[in-house]
């Protein structure tokens, strides 16, 4: 049947004796592409070189330098080199146990006869090894071994009712920032840690009774009896970690959902798992959650406003509030710009601030809806103000990382702004800064085709942590906004201050502008403004306000300028 499809198998011969080999290559090569190997250490490196395309290997046991048997051990103790199937060619009938133990797959006796016969055992072996790999290719995630998503919640559910205890701990657990291993290691040693934990969950469902999957990327399963020591488990799933990538320390978290349901579906129990993941992401200092009471209602809740938000969209209860922006580099303070920031007047729930409902909407996909809205609703006001106070107020709108890889986002945002008869230089775009490390190579092009479009960037959380200085000059960004942590403990002299200070120097060095967020306090004014700071924002100035509000700040603006044009005449006549 192999033989017969129309794609042409290789197969690696292995034999010292050239009349073994020649005889052997007759007996294939009419169906089959073969290569040759004539010493153990010689096997090795061809089966290494070739193991994408040898779909079976005719193995010799008596060879000079290394021996068959230890070709056989080499290639068992392989992930990969495993799934090869070796047949042995052997006059030794005594050693096919030893070598079925070592995963051998079939036989041939020496001297060679009945060709036809070898041929056939060669093509059975083949067919069987492909259909085997076929299963297994849906079956098992190809990298770690373990069972797929899909698989894994079936495996779960058979177990349930085979078994009906109760007592059963879902479990769920990543990687705190796995990208960041890949970006800075290589993806090597990034497979190599999935690997390395795919190995300890799989020792972990055995000793326990249980099973294990990939639920995709670093996401890892585990449904096991409750009653584990989840702090230890973590410790030891963590061990060894550090040295695969050279003493770099990895954060591991983990999601418990205790006691299961066992009256609601598996994939819903291990979806309970994951809110729990979820809700310690990105912080360092925890790594075991647990699905509780107030998760669930927190998880009714985010349901109900994923639910009400194209509704909420619909019938604009999406309002924006204004945070307004000031220069402070001249004699007098001037109005700038403003930071748009969008609040959720709910029917019945209430006034909501954006950390309740846009976490959520990047999770879940629907960011770019709401961030659209949010571009239209902040390009008009921004017409409006044109029109009515001649006075230009550029806005910065957030541009999320989900909206980064929506198709034609350029054309999407440049075509808001002439609907709204602005130019694109109102609508400042903010990306933070770990967006930029998420696909650095994508946002680049992205964002150079919306700067050349007219659209001046801005880097939001500058100096949060994720890029290095290297990727910070090849960033193509107009201003940097340096995050309110730093901001808010700078006093004169300070760790804090020392750092606020770099960072301007950084930004002037690029040619950049640097706005500083969350200024409160008269000494945070000074001290940035005597460090060369272009731009601030804070309750210093202002609160967000409604645009109402920010047409006070407008109007005043226009008659301090009014008033500084008059003193201006009057010092002239």
Known sequence: MVGQLNVRRTILIVEDEPINRKMLDNIVKDSYDVIYADDGVRTIDTIRENSDIISLVLLDLMMPDMDGYEVLEFMQNDKILRQIPVIVCTSEIDSEVRCFKLGAVDFISKPFSHPMVIRARIDRAIELREGRGLIQSTQNDALTGLLTHDFFMEYSHFRDLHYQ??????????????????????????????????????????????????????????????????????????????????????????????????????????????????????????????????????????????NDMENGIKDGQFVIFYQPKYSIRGDRDSLYGAEALVRWEHPELGLLRPDKFVPLFEDNGLIHKLDHYVWDEVSKQVGEWMVKYDFKVPVSVNVSRVDIGAPNLEEEIFTTVQNNWISPGMLNLEITESAYTENSDQIIRVVNGLRDRGFAIEMDDFGTGYSSLNMITSLPIDILKLDMQFVKNIHDGNKDMKMVELMIDIARSLKVKVVAEGVETKEQYDLLKNAGCDIIQGFYFSMPCPASEFEKLIEKENEELEAEVNAAIGGIN
């Not at 409750?226 to 410790?235: A, F, I, N, V």
């Not at 959902?257 to 912080?283: H, L, T, W």
């Open 165 to 306: 205890n109760s007592g059963m701990d879902a479990l769920i657990f990543n990687v705190n920032r796995f990208h960041l291993i890949n970006e800075l290691q290589g993806r090597r040693a990034g497979d190599d840690v999935l690997i390395k934990i795919a190995d300890s969950v799989k020792q972990i469902a055995k000793q326990k009774g249980g099973i294990a999957g990939r639920g995709g990327a670093d996401e890892f399963l585990l449904y096991i009896p409750g009653g584990s020591d989840y702090d230890q488990m973590l410790k030891d799933i963590g061990e060894g970690l550090e040295y695969i990538l050279n003493n770099s320390r990895v954060y591991l978290r983990m999601g418990i959902y205790r006691n299961v349901n066992m009256d609601i579906p598996v994939e819903q129990r291990f979806d309970k798992a994951r809110v729990a993941c979820n809700s310690i992401r990105g912080n360092y200092n925890i790594q075991l959650a647990f699905y509780d009471e107030e998760m669930h209602d927190k998880e009714a809740l985010n349901e109900r406003l994923i």
